[in-house]
Structure formats: C-alpha cells, structure tokens
C-alpha cells in the first residue's frame, strides 16, 4: 500500500473489519498498567505507539459507527497502519471452536463477540516485556518497564498524551548499564537475557515467517539462554497472533484454569490435561476465561515483591 503525504503529515484510515472487534479487549494483553508509555487508553480511544522497521510511530485508535478510525504519525506510520488489520485479529479464526459443552465458556464467547488474538509484529519488543515480567509479580515488571522506557525511549511522534515514548531500538538496550537496570529492580539474570535477545533482534523478526506457528516460533526464541517455555509462549501469543500457546509455568493461571472448569486447582501438567480438547485454540480459551470476569476463590500467600536493587 502506497501513500502520498508530506513527511511529518499522520495517515488516516478506517478499518472495517467483517468480524466485529471490541478495541478493549483485544488490546488487552498489551496494557502494562495505568502509566505505561507505550499505550494509553482515553475517552476519545486508544493511543500505543511502536518502533517499525522504518521508525518510530503513534497511532490512534477510535471505535467508529463503520469501523475503527485509526490516525498513525511519524516515520513508522505507513508500517503502523498495514499492520492494524493483523493487529485488530485479521486471520484469527475462532470458527472450528467449539465450546458448548463448559458453559462458563460458551458464555463468554458469547457475551464477548468481539475478542479477537491480536498480532503485533514486533518480535523483540513483546520478547523483552516478557523478560522482565519472568518470576517477578506484575506491579515489578510494570515499574521496570516504565522506567526504563521513558528513560531510553524516544519522545512519541504526534499529538500523543504527555509522556508516551516509542521503545528504544535493540542497539539502545545494548547500551543499557548495570547501574540503570539496578535502579528499574531488573536482576543480573533477567538484564543478561534482555542483553542476548538484542543482539539477534534482527533475526527474531524474521520469525514472523512463520506465521502464527507458535511451536515453530518457540524453539527459535528457546534457544536464546534465558528463554524458556513461558517467555517463549508470552511472546508468540502477542508478536505472532500464536493461538496455541498457554503460558506454561505461570505463577496463578493454572490454578485459574482449574478452578474455571472443574472447581479446583490444578498444577501445570493438570492445565494442559485440561486444555487438551482444545488443541489448536488453547489460548483462545485462556482469553475466554479472562474475559469472562472468572476469579478463583482468594485464599492462601501472596507472592512477594522482591527488591533487587539492595544487592
């Protein structure tokens, strides 16, 4: 797709999809609490912004009566807007899946018609939120990557809210020093791991090759010291649309799952055995279950927060 425009001028277009699409929900997974800079949800809609192959980006997203108005900024505009489709749930299919039989379930995919498997494209960022949320609560990971975005990130191209930035280039994250990842409470294992991944950044995109073939995609990622079956599955599920891929090794969802369908917890082995029918659409069903408003019943120890940064 071609576009003529001067060089600081924001594309528009209006995405109209033939399935509907709730931007809430299928924008979800990419919200890293209230402050994160890279994606702010408002009254008039959805802001997020991006590092593309060709720069950086803003893009705005807004519910329309014909569709989803979507305005991107800046030098990765025309990459941001060929991608909103993909990222809108263009290609995910839910159709072979059938539910009937859980009613938790079957409710939710029918009270939730417009939850969609969003695709990014974005290999290496999606990797590195999903380093820093590795055996750390989300309130940890949240903070770090505030912090180290808006320290390294570059201000967001457009009229974007005050304080969004774009996600500092792999060369940048290079640069990081031990000092700085000390300050965002990132440990030395999870920093060193950040470190590997942004040296073959370059190659991690071209994972996206494979489409949304999760297990292909995995044992790419897996291969990188510090990537294990949870980080590599967190990441598919976002850059690459992957709907077969639980978060294996998560410190609460198999016990969500469990509770969900039969009533109790379970521990990974049972969560897999559980979503075994599913084969195909697991992730599907773990965004059902989400969606439905489930909660499992609060009892026992939290986990606690762990502060790197005295030693």
């Given at each position: 797709?071609?576009?003529?425009?001067?060089?600081?001028?924001?594309?528009?277009?209006?995405?109209?999809?033939?399935?509907?699409?709730?931007?809430?929900?299928?924008?979800?997974?990419?919200?890293?609490?209230?402050?994160?800079?890279?994606?702010?949800?408002?009254?008039?809609?959805?802001?997020?912004?991006?590092?593309?192959?060709?720069?950086?980006?803003?893009?705005?997203?807004?519910?329309?009566?014909?569709?989803?108005?979507?305005?991107?900024?800046?030098?990765?505009?025309?990459?941001?807007?060929?991608?909103?489709?993909?990222?809108?749930?263009?290609?995910?299919?839910?159709?072979?899946?059938?539910?009937?039989?859980?009613?938790?379930?079957?409710?939710?995919?029918?009270?939730?018609?417009?939850?969609?498997?969003?695709?990014?494209?974005q290999v290496f960022e999606m990797l590195l939120a999903a380093i820093l949320e590795q055996k750390v609560t989300?309130?940890?990971?949240?903070?770090?990557?505030?912090?180290?975005?808006?320290?390294?990130?570059?201000?967001?191209?457009?009229?974007?809210?005050?304080?969004?930035?774009?996600?500092?280039?792999?060369?940048?994250?290079?640069?990081?020093?031990?000092?700085?990842?000390?300050?965002?409470?990132?440990?030395?294992?999870?920093?060193?791991?950040?470190?590997?991944?942004?040296?073959?950044?370059?190659?991690?995109?071209?994972?996206?090759?494979?489409?949304?073939?999760?297990?292909?995609?995995?044992?790419?990622?897996?291969?990188?010291?510090?990537?294990?079956?949870?980080?590599?599955?967190?990441?598919?599920?976002?850059?690459?649309?992957?709907?077969?891929?639980?978060?294996?090794?998560?410190?609460?969802?198999?016990?969500?799952?469990?509770?969900?369908?039969?009533?109790?917890?379970?521990?990974?082995?049972?969560?897999?055995?559980?979503?075994?029918?599913?084969?195909?659409?697991?992730?599907?069903?773990?965004?059902?279950?989400?969606?439905?408003?489930?909660?499992?019943?609060?009892?026992?120890?939290?986990?606690?927060?762990?502060?790197?940064?005295?030693?």
């Amino acid at each position: 797709m071609a576009f003529d425009r001067a060089a600081d001028a924001p594309l528009t277009t209006t995405y109209a999809p033939i399935q509907p699409v709730d931007l809430s929900q299928t924008l979800r997974p990419l919200i890293r609490g209230r402050f994160d800079p890279t994606l702010r949800v408002e009254p008039t809609g959805h802001w997020r912004t991006l590092r593309t192959p060709q720069g950086a980006a803003t893009m705005h997203l807004q519910r329309q009566q014909h569709g989803i108005r979507v305005i991107a900024w800046g030098p990765g505009a025309e990459w941001a807007i060929d991608g909103v489709p993909e990222l809108l749930g263009s290609g995910d299919d839910w159709s072979e899946l059938d539910v009937a039989g859980i009613p938790l379930l079957a409710d939710s995919l029918r009270r939730n018609p417009g939850l969609r498997l969003l695709r990014t494209r974005q290999v290496f960022e999606m990797l590195l939120a999903a380093i820093l949320e590795q055996k750390v609560t989300g309130k940890e990971a949240r903070h770090a990557w505030r912090v180290l975005i808006t320290k390294y990130g570059e201000p967001a191209p457009g009229p974007a809210p005050e304080g969004m930035m774009v996600f500092p280039a792999a060369e940048t994250w290079r640069r990081v020093p031990s000092w700085d990842w000390h300050r965002a409470a990132v440990g030395p294992e999870r920093s060193a791991t950040i470190m590997r991944a942004a040296v073959v950044a370059a190659s991690l995109e071209r994972t996206l090759d494979h489409g949304r073939d999760g297990a292909a995609v995995a044992t790419k990622l897996r291969s990188i010291p510090g990537i294990g079956v949870w980080t590599a599955a967190e990441t598919t599920q976002r850059a690459h649309g992957d709907a077969d891929s639980p978060s294996v090794g998560d410190y609460h969802l198999p016990a969500v799952v469990g509770w969900a369908l039969i009533g109790k917890p379970v521990d990974d082995d049972g969560m897999l055995e559980l979503l075994a029918p599913w084969a195909g659409h697991r992730q599907r069903v773990m965004r059902l279950i989400e969606a439905s408003g489930f909660e499992k019943p609060r009892f026992g120890p939290r986990m606690t927060v762990q502060d790197h940064r005295g030693h």
